[in-house]
């Protein structure tokens, strides 16, 4: 089971979307997912199309780490159902509910034994081949507690300024926690998110980025996706919304996909840079 946080210092750089573009190509390939919504906001919680009918939220399943069960808490993704009515092809996509519960443990000062929360209770999952845990733009205490969990970290960051300089004190910070707390800790990479090709500025700070990081640098970028608000608006994967530009993105998401799945064994020694 590979565990994946998708993560970023800096707000507002599409790092949701990413979380369900590649739940999207993961619904769509069959592999068995189970997307972890630690963001307060649970803006991933809501694009996934979650009826909930009982189950607890993250935030108090952290908080019962010991004894919580999150396998028996996990909420069905309401892209399940539309997947199945175009494909034959039987898909699990399950998701563990963001709320504002879980902002508790969002605090700078987090002791060790707190940040093992959510490893203590994925260790009692099964049927899942891979884990998106959506983290929220911050370096507290939710974030440590998604890294802990981790095998890989996906950074996701836009082509400006504002965003390279926060991807280049992101991968300072993850190689610090990386020495200190999780010593297997792998970096899969960065994406390049909402990419606009007529952008001078774009351009120019991709290249930045191809000199600063190198082969962790993901393809394909993900240029920006004009219905991408409509889609997310209708809480619907970008595999099944009709139309020549989403059938693009789905593309680029699964090769996205393949590059997260692929890192360990392609970027071993970029990861421990």
Partial sequence: MQVVSISSLKGG??????????ASAALAAGIPTLVVDL????????????????????????????????????????????????????STLDVAMGSAYSGIYD??????????????????????????????????GLTRIAWTASNKVLLVAEPGLFSVAGTERTMRALELFRQEFAPNLQ?????????????NEHSFRLNEMKQMFGELLLSPTIPEQANWQQIQG??????????????????????????VMDSGRMRSRSARR
Avoid: M
């Fill in 234 to 259: 209708a809480a619907h994967s970008v595999h099944h919304w009709p139309g020549e530009s989403a059938q693009q993105a789905a593309g680029y998401f699964d090769d996205l996909l393949k590059s």
């Fill in 13 to 22: 750089v599409g790092k949701t979307s990413v979380t369900l573009g590649l």
């Fill in 187 to 199: 970096t899969a990479g960065i994406v390049a998110n909402r990419v606009r090709s007529t952008s």
């Fill in 39 to 90: 963001d307060p906001h649970a803006d991933a919680t809501t694009g996934l199309g979650v009826r909930p009918s009982g189950q607890i939220d993250v935030g108090r399943l952290l908080k019962n780490a010991r004894r919580g069960d999150l396998g028996g808490n996990t909420v069905p993704s309401g892209w399940v159902a539309t997947a199945s009515k175009q494909t034959t092809a039987s």
């Fill in 107 to 140: 605090r700078p000062d987090l002791g060790r034994r707190d940040q093992r929360r959510l490893a203590t209770l994925l260790s009692r999952v099964e049927g899942y081949s891979l884990v998106l845990v959506d983290c929220p733009p911050s370096l507290n």
